[in-house]
């Protein structure tokens, strides 16, 4: 077991030479649970600022795929690095600073239901990067204006809608200022008048050049707003492009159907 | 022969009921620790505390009390420590409600949904950060309810001391009964005063269950 302050001296050796690299590459990866063989060598590499949507049928793997770059789950073989640095599941410290870079919003919203909508932003803040309590507060209320929600501060999160509580989730995440956001079918469990709020904020964050992956079944919103669409299917990349040639012109027949299935 | 007064009687009865309230209280307090501390050493996922704590927990859960009690007393004698029946009741009883509670905690720990867990780990807090901030809040509260409800059977549970000689309210009613051969009454003073110890914990253990069940 190395110490905590080995990482960072490590880190650097293990970055390539100076030059662009992406910011996640993910080559080979392959991930099974018992004999199931979820992930069947995934490539994948996502430049800074890119918004990448994900789709495919479910059970594609596309879920375990995004749950991977932030080390939720572990995988088998092949490899992941964020920001040039390898991922490695198991080594505690290396998974929080890879945490610290990567965001993510579940389908559930899984605020914490004991805190305030205000010290679920701040909480991570302050016990992380240990921000003054001060300083996280306005972060918040900052961030929370931002997502529509600056009057709902000192709410209860079961006071919410759904739409406002993944509004909150959002915020949540922004506020360790992550560069990567990921998205697990964020409006999935919405009702759907509720849907067009919470893509509207996502969509704010792409503008704005944040890096996004997103898992997602609303396909006139993967068109409209991604650089790039990656169709799962079987745990592989089965086909991947700008949004115009994919939903235009699917190259597959697996594709072609999924896309057919939606109309 | 003597005759006892039955403000007599009470007032023995009474003096011993100090000692069964302090060895729940010392069972109750130790035992929440002790407990809190084996709850996190399962939860940390160290290599063989899971295992090693889930046998604990079925020893005590799986043996009666009577026991547990004459094995703490005799053995604490056998390795060589010197024992007194205050000290091995109020270790053995340790033991007994940090099993318990242990597992009372498990669960609600268990019911809190796992995607508390993964939040919390997405927004990069250590182990300790998630369980401190975001898990046990939410777990504790809902184990209020089930926790006073165990320290009935703590309450009860001291009953048992008497057979290690421990003096409190069995035994001093024991003591009493054989002396004033009026064994009924004697007991009934007993388990009158047990009731009026656990009745009302029993009661805001409900209480407790109605007002804090969960709101999701």
Redesign the interface.
């Known amino acids: 077991m190395t110490t905590a302050s080995a990482v960072p001296s490590s880190a650097a050796s293990t970055t390539p030479a100076p030059g662009i690299f992406p910011l996640v590459q993910i080559k080979g990866l392959r991930k099974r649970y018992g004999d199931n063989e979820v992930l069947k060598g995934v490539d994948l590499e996502v430049q800074r600022g890119e918004v990448i949507s994900i789709i495919g049928k479910s059970g594609s793997g596309k879920s375990t795929l995004l749950r991977c770059i ?1 080390g ?1 789950e572990a995988f088998q073989q092949g490899e992941l690095s964020v920001h040039g640095q390898p991922l490695k599941s198991g080594d ?1 410290q290396a998974l ?2 890879l ?2 870079n ?3 919003i ?1 389908q ?1 919203f ?5 805190l305030t909508v205000g010290r679920n932003v701040m ?2 803040p302050t ?2 990067t240990s921000q003054p309590k001060e300083v996280a507060r306005q972060n918040a209320q900052r961030l929370l204006a931002r997502v529509g929600l600056a009057e709902k501060f000192d709410a209860m999160p ?1 006071q919410l809608s759904g739409g406002q509580q993944q509004r909150v ?1 959002i915020a ?2 922004l506020a ?1 200022n992550p560069e990567i956001l990921l998205c697990d079918e964020v409006t999935s469990a919405l009702d759907p008048e509720l849907v067009g709020e919470v893509l509207q904020v996502v969509e704010g964050l792409a503008d704005q050049g944040m890096t996004l992956i997103m898992v997602t079944h609303e396909m006139g919103f993967a068109r409209k707003v991604s650089d790039r669409v990656v169709f799962m299917h079987q745990g592989r990349v089965h086909e991947m492009g700008v949004p115009e040639q994919l939903f235009g012109n699917p190259q597959t027949p697996e594709l072609r159907q999924f896309l057919g299935k939606l109309h | 022969m003597v005759d006892f007064t039955f403000w007599d009687i009470a007032k023995q009865l009474l003096l011993a009921l100090r000692w069964t309230v302090g060895l729940s209280l010392i069972a109750f307090v130790c035992g929440s620790v002790l407990g809190m501390a084996l709850l996190v050493l399962r939860l940390a996922k160290l290599p063989g505390a899971q295992r090693f704590v889930a046998a604990y927990v079925q020893v005590f859960q799986g043996t009666p009390l009577l026991m547990q009690l004459f094995l703490t007393y005799f053995g604490m004698a056998m390795v060589g420590i010197d024992t007194s029946p205050l000290l091995a009741a109020c270790v053995c009883l340790t033991l007994y409600s940090s099993a318990y509670l242990c597992e009372i905690w498990r669960g609600c720990v268990e019911a809190v949904p796992k995607g508390q867990w993964e939040a919390s780990a997405s927004l990069a807090m250590g182990f300790t950060e998630q369980l401190r901030h975001v898990i046990l809040p939410q777990a504790l509260r809902m184990g209020i309810a089930p926790t006073a409800g165990f320290s009935v059977q703590i309450v009860k549970g001291t009953a048992l001391t008497s057979v290690i000689g421990f003096i409190e309210i069995t035994k001093a009613g024991q003591l009493i009964a054989n002396a004033t051969f009026e064994p009924f009454m004697i007991y009934g003073c007993v388990a009158a005063l047990y009731f009026a110890l656990c009745f009302p914990l029993s009661l805001w253990s409900q209480r407790l269950e109605r007002r804090l069940r969960p709101r999701r």
């Open positions: 932030n939720l505690a929080r600073e945490r610290k990567v965001g993510m579940f559930n899984n605020l914490f239901p004991h909480l991570a016990l992380v079961d989730a949540r995440a360790m």
